[in-house]
């Protein structure tokens, strides 16, 4: 997800020729390759909880982020949660047995 110049010449045993005009192309996006930053848990009740995040560094973006997957878990089951949208940075769990951990880290 990067811009790049190019320009060509020719050469031979004698030289090199004239470069190209300058080509511009943008390579494709790729996965991200770092996380959101700064968990926080907030809101917590017996039932529910919200989760927010920062976004994910420029650097490891690779492209526009389009959505999240949020996965949370307890001794009995395991969830994912899918959060569209590239600027929604939060999402409250709601459901929840009381006095339990539902949090993972994948």
Same mark, same amino acid.
């Given at each position: $997800? +990067?811009? $790049?110049?190019?320009? @060509?010449?020719? &050469?031979?045993? @004698?030289?090199?020729?004239? /470069?190209?005009?300058?080509?511009?192309?943008? /390579?494709?996006? %790729? %996965?991200?390759?770092?996380?959101?930053?700064?968990?926080?848990?907030?809101? @917590?009740? %017996?039932?529910?909880?919200?989760?927010?995040?920062?976004? @994910?560094?420029?650097?490891?973006?690779?492209?526009?982020?389009?959505? $999240? =997957?949020? &996965?949370?878990?307890?001794?009995?089951?395991?969830?994912?949660?899918?959060? +569209?949208?590239?600027?929604?940075?939060? $999402?409250?769990?709601?459901? =929840?047995?009381? &006095?339990?951990?539902?949090?993972?880290?994948?």
């Amino acid at each position: $997800y +990067t811009n $790049y110049t190019v320009t @060509v010449s020719a &050469y031979n045993d @004698v030289g090199t020729g004239p /470069t190209s005009d300058n080509r511009i192309q943008q /390579t494709e996006q %790729a %996965a991200p390759t770092s996380s959101p930053e700064n968990i926080i848990f907030s809101s @917590v009740e %017996a039932r529910s909880l919200t989760v927010s995040w920062d976004e @994910v560094p420029c650097s490891g973006q690779n492209g526009p982020i389009t959505g $999240y =997957l949020l &996965y949370y878990t307890n001794t009995t089951f395991f969830d994912t949660i899918n959060i +569209t949208g590239g600027e929604n940075k939060s $999402y409250t769990l709601t459901e =929840l047995r009381p &006095y339990t951990w539902n949090w993972t880290n994948k």
